[in-house]
């Protein structure tokens, strides 16, 4: 990926005072929160979603996102890999529509994505 593209960043979220409200914080206690306290529960929320969801997440919408554009098109999103069930006749090899075997439905080792474009 060329540099400037590939570390072009595009936010995911905030947190706001509202938020902790909504989190059944009372007003008193988000009235003792000054920005800089905010600041810090806006850096460890980034940790802890880095660390735990974020690299979870990250391909599900990703690929919902490809397979939404590719169906658009006519196309189709296709995972490559192995079934991770090694009973599994599908376990040296198969594809899919989704990251699960066609045979057992057990979660595949992607291997590849692709577009396949239908003709
Ligand atoms: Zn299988």
Do not use: H
């Amino acid at each position: 990926m060329n540099t400037k593209r590939g570390s072009q960043a595009f936010p995911i979220t905030s947190v706001c005072r509202d938020d902790l409200i909504r989190a059944e914080y009372t007003q008193k206690l988000v009235d003792m929160l000054d920005d800089a306290d905010m600041k810090k529960i806006a850096s460890e929320m980034s940790d802890a979603y880095c660390n735990n969801g974020f690299w979870i997440d990250l391909p599900i919408i990703v690929d919902s996102v490809l397979a939404e554009k590719a169906e658009k098109e006519g196309d189709v999103l296709i995972y490559a890999g192995s079934c991770t069930n090694p009973k599994c006749e599908e376990y040296e090899g198969t594809q899919n529509t989704r990251p699960f075997c066609s045979v057992c439905e057990a979660p595949m080792e992607v291997t590849d994505k692709r577009i396949v474009l239908d003709e």
